[in-house]
């Protein structure tokens, strides 16, 4: 079955200082891959989504992911974080398998930046 | 405006008490969703619909049925709830294989 794992529960990081937060995931066979965002009190929006195509996917807010088959990750990046990115991150995983398909998120990792 | 919606927003109940909470999308997905978030868990599947009268579990079903009957649609029902079932629940729509627009959340405490 397939497994997500986001290896950070908590990142704090300095404004303006460059992030990485992990996920790993167990099964490449028919996957798509999501980052979601989830700020205090709200629901989850969309951050990127990796489906086919260029392994290195990009946000309009200047996050960007890329899909590694071999290393099965999919490690979401910011080179210069602000206040307003502090949110909870979780990536997804929607394995279509079995004929079915399946949705499994990660634990989580919740991104504190600091003035 | 596109949308998920979900009711009730915030629900108190006790157990073994039946409850329904609805979902619905006005974007024409086949796909629809539900799931629990709970604390350092992340979200956790409780049943997916492929398409009308097509559903099937997800990774947490035991103490939950749902149904499709239309497209829009995709009601959660607690036959029975019990104090674990206390989270937060939220309803996902999209079409297969792209990302999921979710609706703002039902938070639930059983007593």
């Known amino acids: 079955a397939q497994s997500v794992t986001q290896l950070d529960s908590q990142v704090p990081v300095f404004e303006e200082a460059p992030v990485e937060l992990r996920c790993n995931y167990s099964?490449?066979?028919?996957?798509?891959l999501f980052w979601y965002v989830q700020y205090p009190n709200q629901g989850l929006q969309l951050l990127l989504k990796?489906?086919?195509?260029?392994?290195l996917v990009e946000s309009i807010n200047g996050f960007e992911a890329e899909f590694n088959k071999s290393q099965t990750s999919f490690h979401l990046r910011k080179p210069s974080v602000h206040i307003s990115d502090t949110a909870e991150y979780f990536c997804?995983?929607?394995?279509?398998?079995?004929?079915?398909?399946?949705?499994?998120f990660g634990a989580g990792t919740r991104l504190f930046v600091k003035a | 405006e596109a949308q998920v919606t979900q009711n009730p927003r915030y629900l108190i109940t006790v157990t073994g008490k039946k409850l329904t909470v609805t979902c619905s999308q006005n974007?024409?997905?086949?796909?629809m969703s539900w799931y629990r978030q709970d604390p350092g868990l992340g979200l956790r599947q409780i049943y997916y619909?492929?398409?009308?009268?097509?559903?099937d579990k997800g990774d947490v079903p035991e103490g939950y049925k749902v149904s499709r009957k239309e497209k829009r649609n995709f009601p959660l029902i607690l036959e029975s709830p019990s104090p674990n079932q206390t989270s937060l629940y939220f309803c996902?729509?999209?079409?297969?294989?792209?990302?999921?627009?979710f609706g703002p959340g039902t938070r639930l405490t059983v007593l």
């Open positions: 996902a729509s999209s079409l297969l294989g792209q990302e999921q627009f």
């Open positions: 099964s490449s066979v028919s996957v798509y």
């Open positions: 990796y489906l086919s195509g260029s392994t």
């Open positions: 997804a995983v929607s394995d279509l398998s079995d004929g079915g398909f399946k949705t499994i």
């Open positions: 974007m024409n997905h086949e796909y």
């Open positions: 619909s492929m398409n009308v009268e097509v559903t």
